[in-house]
């Protein structure tokens, strides 16, 4: 302070010396400017006396009532009677424009500090004959500055959002946020506020919509008002983010709001440390040491107008040491035009103008495009919470925001907020991830000890990690969450969420496209896709006739038939046929009589021993009967072909695996049906596919009858189960692996269809939702993801785990075991008991004949032909079992 009482005197000193240049500027100002007037004469006086040498500015002050518009020319032309070599304002829009309009004619710099949406217009209709525009604005243009809260809104991801706005002249502070909107996401929502002061309504109808983003653009002097209106209605919670468009936000009272949990942030464009360094030198000057300006008071057009006066001296003192600049005095009623005006509006625009200043600027480097709108500047961002500057936008890149807080800072912020925190978790009853926990001697449990699963281990590692706490709860329709297009409303989880109703859903959630478009996901803690659960092919015992399946009974009949009718064809044909007449003497030339071998028993063992494969002793000679035989032969040698083909096939076929391998193989047949969850993830991939065996899968599922879809996956697996091989289900692969690992009888069939991911869903731009991520990201370098799966889907899954398929060399060879080829033994043996049974039927009747012919008793020749048939040395039989018995009875009588 010493250092600066001293500066002020030398100056003093030195002005004594050499009178200074009396320059005129003129301010033009509204009526209760008074901050404004106290500014100009504070920063006129520090000019003078720091540049007492060369220049005496002398303030013009113009006070414009609103009423009295038409006194505006009156002004400007006592004005330039007067001779000014700048003029600054006014703010009111009629004035001003014909302010602007007196500059551009009579070629006077005239500086605006003010928000001036029409600006640039009306410098391309006033731009002179020379090209070149003589106001200068050095508050942001519209485009300029509606780009600092795109970028905003852009870097914090906010996909849907809602502006509330005072006047229409606000929207064009957010002209460029709206352009920037993704058409993918949902529209911006507009709210305009009423005359006041009472705005809940429109602040209500903003809680019903659920938006949790706001841009509030409003007359400074209302902020806080608005706030708490909002704060009454819910609309200040914790959850709630907000953008203040206003730059005089920081010089807002926000203590009325109390202890501020909501997000809040607002732009601001002057340098603070500069701001009091100003102040302090206006205080300096003060004759009477009175003056007191607080810092947080200064507004953006105060700043302004100090920034164009020193801008505006600076510029006119750099110019006039190359050539003096004549200030004259001008008529309204002629066509004269200032000398100095364009000289010195075109060296500031030709130059950085804010170079050489003597203290400032507040507002950062000032520079001016050819319609004289401000090309740079740079805005901080403020987090009113914390009341700090989070990140810096400059006009060089406004793509991108730079930010001011390390991460290793904000880390340790985000640990500090979450640790102590209750998380509110939301989820729904599905084993593994979540699952009702068995009291003891069957009481009722609650709260978290009611449930247990790889949801609850999930977050239980995540909280440990945080120190923080977690309470689950069901969600009462039980759905994930999915979008009605007629009701616009989502349900399930999704629904819960939005309503603000829990923190986090955790569970076997698909993050999906249009679940991210209404809530946030983290990172996904599982990784999976789409597959087919299939019953696995069951080994049933074979069949003890199994060899006859390759021919169905009809051919069985048919071939029985045709055997009979070919034998008595063939006896009949040889009956016709004189060439199968022959002489049973070959000796005798001349016998008496022909035979025919041919009898029915020949023709049926011709025929038997063909089909067989065997052959006959006794053939045919005629032409007819050979062509008969000839055609049966044919038609053997088919059908056993046939059979033999078909006998292998049958055989093996249990050896063959499942039906279906694939998608493909799913959507190539229409034997096998398949389904999939109703209204879950699997079905819109399905139904929003460009994939055509998808889309084609998609069609048959839509027009199955009946229904193929399941309301939940659990009666999905019972109903594959239930259907053996009649139906697969589409669902998760994880889920998949869950359920084979728990019925032995299932089986997961071909690789995912797709890659997705079950992720942690959150309200959108939750402040914990990088911290989560974290986390997770945590434990799964830790193997900690792994562990919970291993032991929800294996450990903790059933007590009996299933057999492994066993594949031995022999199964691999095909062979057939004696379960396949028993029928053969069967008729084998049933045949050899027949034919013994013919056997003795046949000795029986023998045995009969013996004894009628030679009048004997039946029980001796029985006897006697048993005997003779179970003595095994003997090759020979007596021609006449008669004789042969009596002689054997003398011998007997002799010894």
């Known amino acids: 302070m010493l250092s600066r009482v001293c500066l002020l ?61 038409f006194d505006v020319g009156n002004m400007a032309c006592d004005m330039l009677e007067k001779g000014v070599a700048a003029i600054f304002g006014p703010e009111q829009a009629e004035a001003n424009e014909i302010i602007q309009s007196v500059s551009s004619t009579v070629e006077i710099p005239h500086f605006q500090t003010f928000w001036n949406p029409n600006f640039a217009a009306f410098s391309k209709l006033a731009r002179s004959d020379k090209g070149r525009a003589f106001s200068l604005n050095l508050h942001p243009g519209p485009t300029s500055l509606s780009r600092v809260f795109a970028t905003l809104v852009r870097e914090n991801d906010w996909k849907t959002y809602t502006i509330i706005y005072e006047n229409d002249d606000g929207l064009g502070r957010v002209q460029e946020v709206v352009k920037a909107q993704n058409p993918a ?59 203040l468009t206003s730059l005089d936000a920081s010089t807002v009272d926000f203590s009325a709001l109390g202890d501020i949990k909501t997000n809040v942030s607002f732009v601001q464009m002057l340098n603070q440390r500069m701001v009091a360094r100003v102040v302090a030198n206006w205080e300096l000057v003060d004759p009477r040491r009175t003056l007191k300006i607080p810092t947080s008071t200064v507004k953006v057009k105060t700043a302004l107008l100090y920034d164009a006066l020193n801008l505006f001296i600076t510029a006119y003192a750099e110019l006039e040491k190359r050539q003096e600049l004549v200030v004259k005095s001008l008529n309204c009623y002629s066509n004269q035009i200032s000398a100095h005006g364009y000289r010195l509006v075109d060296f500031i625009a030709a130059r950085n103008a804010s170079r050489g200043m003597l203290v400032g600027p507040m507002s950062g480097p000032i520079n001016f495009n050819s319609l004289g709108e401000r090309t740079s500047f740079k805005m901080q961002i403020v987090e009113l919470k914390n009341l700090r500057v989070t990140g810096v936008w400059d006009s060089t890149k406004p793509d991108v925001i730079h930010s001011t807080i390390t991460s290793e800072d904000r880390e340790k912020e985000l640990y500090q907020q979450l640790k102590g925190r209750t998380f509110r978790v939301v989820s729904r009853i599905y084993p593994p991830y979540l699952s009702r926990k068995a009291g003891v001697d069957g009481s009722v449990m609650s709260g978290n000890s009611a449930f247990e699963g790889y949801g609850m281990d999930l977050i239980d590692g995540i909280c440990k990690l945080y120190e923080c706490n977690y309470e689950f709860e069901l969600v009462p329709d039980n759905n994930y969450g999915k979008y009605d297009p007629k009701t616009k409303e989502w349900n399930g989880l999704i629904r819960h969420l939005l309503d603000r109703k829990a923190d986090l859903a955790i569970c076997d959630l698909t993050t999906t496209y249009e679940r991210r478009k209404a809530v946030d996901f983290t990172n996904p803690f599982m990784t999976l896709g789409i597959s087919i659960l299939y019953a696995k092919i069951v080994k049933e015992p074979p069949e003890l006739l199994a060899f006859t399946n390759p021919l169905s009974l009809d051919v069985w009949l048919y071939m029985v038939t045709a055997y009979m009718v070919i034998s008595m064809i063939i006896f009949l ?79 093996t076929q249990e050896r063959m695996g499942p039906t279906i ?60 189960i239930s259907s053996k091989g009649k139906y697969a289900f589409l669902m998760e692969s994880s889920s998949i692996e869950y359920e084979v690992e728990k019925h032995c009888e299932l089986v997961q069939v071909g690789n995912r269809l797709d890659t ?29 993801l792994q562990r919970l799966k291993e032991k929800w889907w294996k450990e903790r899954n059933k007590a009996n785990p299933c057999k492994k398929d066993e594949v031995s060399s022999k199964d691999s060879a095909n062979e057939l075991s004696l379960a396949h080829v028993g029928g053969v033994f069967v008729v084998l043996t049933g045949g050899m008991c027949i034919a013994l049974m013919i056997s003795v039927c046949e000795f029986i009747w023998h045995v009969r004949k013996i004894a009628v012919a030679q009048r004997m008793s039946l029980k001796v020749v029985f006897l006697q032909e048993l005997r003779f048939a179970m003595d095994i040395w003997c090759r020979q039989k007596p021609a006449n079992p008669a004789r042969s018995l009596a002689d054997n009875n003398r011998n007997q009588t002799d010894k």
């Open 573 to 651: 044909v040889a009956r016709l046929n004189p060439n199968e007449w022959e002489n049973p003497h070959p000796c005798n030339p001349c016998p008496g009589e022909l035979e025919n071998v041919w009898d029915i028993k020949n023709c049926f063992w011709l025929t038997m021993g063909s089909i067989m494969q065997q052959g006959c002793d006794i053939l045919p000679k005629g032409i007819s009967t050979r062509m008969v035989s000839g055609m049966w032969w044919f038609f053997t040698l088919i059908m056993i072909s046939c059979y033999t083909a078909n006998l292998a096939a049958f055989l």
């Open 185 to 243: 996401n949902p529209p911006v929502v507009y709210r305009k506020l009423g005359p006041g002061p009472d705005h809940r309504p429109v602040l209500k109808k903003v809680v019903a919509s659920g938006s949790v983003h706001i841009i509030l653009d409003c007359d400074t002097d209302h902020i806080v008002d608005i706030l708490l209106q909002a704060k009454e209605v819910k609309l200040f919670e914790e959850y709630h983010t907000y953008l």
């Open 756 to 784: 997705k991911g079950y992720g942690i869903a959150m309200p959108t731009n939750a402040a914990y939702r990088t911290s989560i991520n974290q986390a997770i990201l945590k434990m799964q370098e830790m193997g900690e």
């Open 661 to 720: 391998k694939s998608a493909e193989d799913l959507a190539g047949q229409t034997k096998i049906k398949y389904g999939c969850l109703q209204d879950g993830s699997t079905a819109s991939f399905f139904k929003d596919t460009n994939i055509t065996t998808y889309h084609k899968m998609w069609v048959q599922m839509e027009t199955a009858e009946p229904s193929v879809f399941e309301k939940s996956n659990d009666e999905g697996v019972k109903r594959v």
């Open 9 to 69: 005197a030398i100056l003093i000193s030195s002005s004594s010396c050499q009178k200074p240049k009396q320059v005129n500027v003129a301010f033009f100002l509204d009526e209760n400017d008074a901050l404004e007037e106290l500014a100009i004469k504070s920063s006129t006086n520090f000019i003078n006396y720091y540049a007492a040498t060369q220049y005496s500015l002398t303030p013009l002050i113009y006070r414009i009532n609103k009423n009295e518009i």
